[in-house]
């Protein structure tokens, strides 16, 4: 098997905008480079590329573009390559959602999409002959479900008081895939953790959390370690601690930064050593959109007047108005390397469905990834969907577009596509 990690500074000019947070607002300073960093593995011609990219989600025209370039230069096919976002809410301009005050620099984007891309080129030239570890460990204190069921059976965001409960425990897991040259040196490693990248305060770059964890790690392991990151499946799941209504201090993400390293490196440090094999699927699944009309859309409507909604009923009518289709595609995939599989789910995934994905899965080591390739927006199972839930990851926009049976259908197909995969067929 070969391997290789490249990371690239990808830090955008100031004054772009910042997405995530739903205020119209620009970046004034840079807290720490934003970067995308490639892990790409070979074996007996077979090729996996996984891409984490800083930036808050994933436009629908970045995978043809990137991979249609990837490809010209390399022997890398488009099917083998997985881009991901890392959700980081003070990430690269690229996304262009002004119903949520979103707004790409189109000048930054053309020159980002071959930088991204050339991550990967770049990665391909120093292919090298490796070996390959898998560890596993915990990371406790540092994520919680945000979302929470009232005595009546019901969802709510945020909102927790006595007789509530989470609606979920977050997957505090955290998988790694560790890398060494035939030396024994440390290359790189893959990670994954489920929990928001919403963390940094302020109008400044920053690559957040998993930003201070991998400084950390490349101090640890030397300055040409690279840690390539992916969110698990953390639509649900952020930093603060809703339930015992704990507000955590500005400067948390510091804190779970180097808890976040620190899980990290006691999986690499139990990891076990995993066979020479690399492999991909990807597929163009089809799902349905969630559309409102007629009376349903005026009783939405009257809902969010009553709350006092003002912004979630803009992007209600804002989304009505707008040409879509009934059904559209998201792409779906995995990657494997060894006998790990990277799972890559389109959008904002709930925990549920990464949990189903991992008992289900004919690997027994696995790595979920999200934002993977397609621009979704929030994928929640029904229980978000009922009548009187009022989670605003599923108030209908195009950060919300997907109906209930979406995420039962992504999780259904990456686990079809995973026994492709796999010696260990049902």
Known sequence: MRAAFYEKDIT????CHLAGSYTNYVAKDVLDPLHVKTALFENDGVYA???????????????DIVTK??????PIPPEAVLLSATHDHKGIPITDEP??????????????????????????MRLK?????FGKSKCEGISFCRDFIDDEGNCRTFKCADGFRPAA????????????D????????????????????GDNYSGQYSSVAAGILSERFGRDFVTVFFQGTAGDVNHVDAEHHVKPPRDFYKTMGEKFAASIEEAIMSSEPMPEDVGCAKSRLPVKRRILEGDALIEESQKLVEEKDLMSLSNLMFYNCSPKSEETEVWVQCLKIGDAVLMGFPGEIFTEFGLDAKARSPFGRVLNATLCNTGCGYVAPKYAHTQKSRLYETKLCFGACLDENAGYQITDELIRLAKTLSPKQD
Do not use: W
């Open 182 to 201: 035939e030396n024994d040196a440390p290359m790189g490693a893959v990670v994954s953790f489920a929990c928001h990248q919403d963390t940094v305060h």
């Open 12 to 15: 955008p000019p100031l004054y």
């Open 69 to 74: 370039r990837i490809s010209e230069h390399t």
């Open 129 to 133: 002959p490796a070996k390959t570890f």
């Open 99 to 124: 119903q949520v005050n979103a707004y790409a620099d189109e000048a930054f984007k053309d020159v980002v999409y071959r930088l991204i891309a050339d991550s990967v080129i770049l990665a391909y």
């Open 49 to 63: 590329a996984a891409v984490a990219i800083d930036t808050c989600e994933m436009p629908d025209d970045m995978h």
């Open 169 to 180: 425990t977050p997957d505090r897991e955290v998988p790694v895939i560790f890398v060494t």
